[in-house]
């Protein structure tokens, strides 16, 4: 069983950053890819980047390339999401979520944590 808690979430003006926490709780961290996914009221969740096993491939959503990084620590069985120079579309409700041995679709990814809220202001 996995169980994903996302922390880091908040109120930030456009142009500030955040970094987003997920702490798995999981045996052999490392066999997962992990992926973060954000919905935005109204509309359907999307992808918003991913990491291998190791965090030696990622891969980000063309709206966020440049401005947010995915990274890990497979010690701390934990995936970051350093969000910069936020703009207000990116306000969303951001979801990690976990895929065991990789992910090449969202259908892949199995494990799901509860979301924290990231609200950016004009």
């Known amino acids: 069983q996995v169980q994903l808690a996302e922390s880091g979430g908040g109120l930030v003006q456009a142009g500030g950053s955040l970094r987003l926490s997920c702490a798995a709780s999981?045996?052999?961290?490392?066999?997962?890819?992990m992926g973060w996914f954000r919905q935005a009221p109204g509309k359907e969740r999307e992808f918003v980047a991913g990491i291998n096993w190791s965090g030696g491939s990622t891969h980000y959503a063309d709206s966020v390339k440049g401005r947010f990084t995915i990274s890990r620590d497979n010690a701390k069985n934990t995936v970051y999401l350093q969000v910069s120079s936020l703009k207000p579309e990116d306000t969303a409700v951001y979801y990690c979520?976990?895929?065991?041995?990789?992910?090449?679709?969202?259908?892949?990814?199995?494990?799901w944590g509860q979301g924290t809220q990231v609200t950016v202001s004009s």
């Open positions: 979520a976990a895929a065991l041995f990789g992910a090449a679709q969202t259908r892949d990814y199995a494990y």
């Open positions: 999981v045996r052999a961290f490392s066999k997962y890819a």
